[in-house]
């Protein structure tokens, strides 16, 4: 029985939920973003709750129930707050800027990076802070983990660009012979 899975998704009155078939779809102004149950749940629309069911006892479908109730929740936060991750990149001449839709990196590589910013992905730089924002949890952590890819922190000076919340572990270096 599916802890995650019992509690409904609740959201406001500006968020206009619709379902067709296994897709729901949830809107907020000019932002619409679907999930695609695959037939795997069953759910239920009431006014301003959205609640998911097993489709049977099976293991897999048990497994399901929980998942697609966590990603309606994740859209609905997103929908209302949204997300945002920061990233600090550390390291001497190492910068970033935007131009237009464009991330600017500069990560110690013989070129510059350009990291293309998709629709519904914000990236402001401050220092040496890039904060993203978005309303797609799953686009937003995947451009993080990408832009981090560039450059990952290693563990000698610590170097690269790396999560704020992230903790790196620090190496000796080589000591010399006594």
């Given at each position: 029985?599916?802890?995650?899975?019992?509690?409904?998704?609740?959201?406001?009155?500006?968020?206009?939920?619709?379902?067709?078939?296994?897709?729901?779809?949830?809107?907020?102004?000019?932002?619409?973003?679907?999930?695609?149950?695959?037939?795997?749940?069953?759910?239920?629309?009431?006014?301003?709750?959205?609640?998911?069911?097993?489709?049977?006892?099976?293991?897999?479908?048990?497994?399901?129930?929980?998942?697609?109730?966590?990603?309606?929740?994740?859209?609905?936060?997103?929908l209302t707050t949204g997300y945002t991750?920061?990233l600090e990149i550390n390291g001497v001449?190492?910068?970033?800027?935007?131009?237009?839709?464009?991330?600017?990196?500069?990560?110690?590589?013989?070129?510059?990076?350009?990291?293309?910013?998709?629709?519904?992905?914000?990236?402001?730089?401050?220092?040496?802070?890039?904060?993203?924002?978005?309303?797609?949890?799953?686009?937003?952590?995947?451009?993080?983990?990408?832009?981090?890819?560039?450059?990952?922190?290693?563990?000698?000076?610590?170097?690269?660009?790396?999560?704020?919340?992230?903790?790196?572990?620090?190496?000796?270096?080589?000591?010399?012979?006594?």
């Amino acid at each position: 029985m599916s802890r995650i899975g019992k509690k409904p998704v609740e959201f406001t009155t500006d968020i206009n939920v619709s379902t067709n078939g296994n897709v729901i779809t949830f809107t907020k102004g000019k932002v619409t973003m679907d999930l695609d149950t695959k037939g795997n749940v069953d759910f239920a629309l009431d006014g301003n709750v959205l609640t998911f069911a097993a489709k049977s006892e099976e293991k897999a479908h048990r497994a399901f129930w929980g998942t697609y109730r966590a990603l309606a929740a994740n859209i609905v936060a997103g929908l209302t707050t949204g997300y945002t991750k920061q990233l600090e990149i550390n390291g001497v001449g190492y910068r970033a800027a935007v131009k237009g839709r464009v991330l600017n990196l500069q990560l110690g590589h013989s070129h510059d990076i350009d990291f293309p910013l998709v629709d519904g992905l914000e990236a402001t730089v401050e220092k040496n802070v890039v904060t993203l924002k978005s309303h797609d949890k799953q686009l937003l952590g995947s451009a993080a983990a990408k832009i981090r890819s560039f450059r990952p922190p290693e563990p000698y000076k610590g170097k690269g660009v790396k999560y704020m919340e992230e903790h790196i572990v620090r190496k000796a270096g080589k000591t010399a012979k006594k």
